[in-house]
């Protein structure tokens, strides 16, 4: 991709991806860049600018239409993607740092879902905007995580979503919890086989086949080092699958087990512009 970047927002199918702000410094941080670029499965373009340049949330929907919100400075707002043009919407009830980057739809913005937040609350929200009428889009609040986390990895959708891994409260300790969510409540799963966080932002897979690749973790916690390993998630237990070629942290990622994509992230204290095939 054109701008090297981690922490970024990152959403749609293999064919129909946007790829938008991020922080460009070291480990990810500042500066943060406003830029999006639009993958249509094999070649990159410019879209539009971010109002707000930010990085550390969530996003759903496609390069045609998409949505992002929250971000590391205590962000609450939220904009959507028309395919040429981001535009301010509602606001969130609160900040969600770290939110794993949301889980909802990548067919359209008309769902999305914010599930924790640093310094690693619980707290849910679910976005709507409802079709058949012409009331406006509104974020509601969802059932509260049983383990609260920032830098989790999610897949699936908001009535079905799946969070794992990120950092627990009060500590730089990584967990390698996994939750289920039906769209009104959370319920614990089998764990991660290792503790990890930052393994792809972006929703990768479904709640019964997802997946999670590289990240910042080991066997155990607070042990921490880069990654090159995957699993994947069968709708009841993590498995190992196929490692990367080389450490990922804080990248975007999306697609299925066995057609994914990474983009750009963390190398060491550096971010890239790589894009690698995920096929765990």
Same mark, same amino acid.
């Given at each position: 991709?054109? %701008?090297? &970047? ?15 702000? =991020? ?30 340049? /930010?990085? %550390?949330?969530? $996003? ?63 707290? @849910? ?23 609260? &986390? #920032?830098?989790?990895? *999610?897949?699936?959708? %908001? ?10 409260? +009060?500590?730089?300790?990584? *967990? ?7 769209? #009104? ?11 990890? /966080? ?8 479904? %709640? ?12 155990? #916690? ?16 993590? #498995?190992? =699958? ?24 963390? @190398? +060491?204290?550096?971010?890239? @512009?790589?894009?690698? $095939?995920?096929? @765990?």
């Amino acid at each position: 991709i054109s %701008q090297a &970047r981690g922490q970024h927002f990152m959403s749609g199918p293999e064919t129909a991806t946007f790829i938008a702000g =991020g922080g460009t410094g070291n480990n990810a941080g500042s500066p943060v860049t406003a830029l999006t670029e639009e993958f249509d499965g094999s070649s990159l373009s410019s879209g539009g600018n971010l109002n707000t340049a /930010r990085a %550390q949330g969530g $996003s759903s929907g496609n390069s045609g239409d998409g949505l992002v919100f929250a971000g590391a400075s205590n962000e609450k707002n939220t904009e959507q993607y028309n395919g040429t043009s981001w535009t301010e919407t509602s606001d969130m009830t609160a900040t969600h740092r770290g939110c794993g980057n949301g889980a909802g739809s990548i067919s359209n913005s008309k769902n999305g879902l914010a599930a924790g937040a640093y310094p690693a609350v619980g707290t @849910t929200e679910e976005w709507h905007i409802s079709i058949n009428t012409i009331t406006g889009a509104a974020w509601a609040s969802g059932g509260a995580m049983n383990t609260g &986390r #920032s830098e989790g990895m *999610t897949a699936g959708t %908001q009535t079905a979503s799946l969070m794992s891994g990120g950092i627990v409260p +009060g500590s730089d300790a990584m *967990t390698n919890n996994s939750e289920e969510y039906n769209g #009104s409540a959370w319920s614990e799963g089998n764990n991660l086989s290792n503790f990890r /966080r930052g393994g792809g932002n972006g929703a990768q897979g479904t %709640q019964t086949a997802a997946f999670v690749s590289g990240g910042n973790g080991a066997g155990t #916690s607070p042990a921490a080092g880069l990654l090159t390993t995957a699993e994947e998630y069968n709708g009841t237990s993590w #498995s190992d =699958g196929g490692d990367m070629p080389a450490t990922k942290f804080s990248h975007g990622s999306l697609g299925t087990q066995t057609a994914g994509l990474a983009f750009s992230g963390q @190398t +060491g204290t550096n971010v890239n @512009t790589d894009v690698t $095939s995920v096929n @765990t």
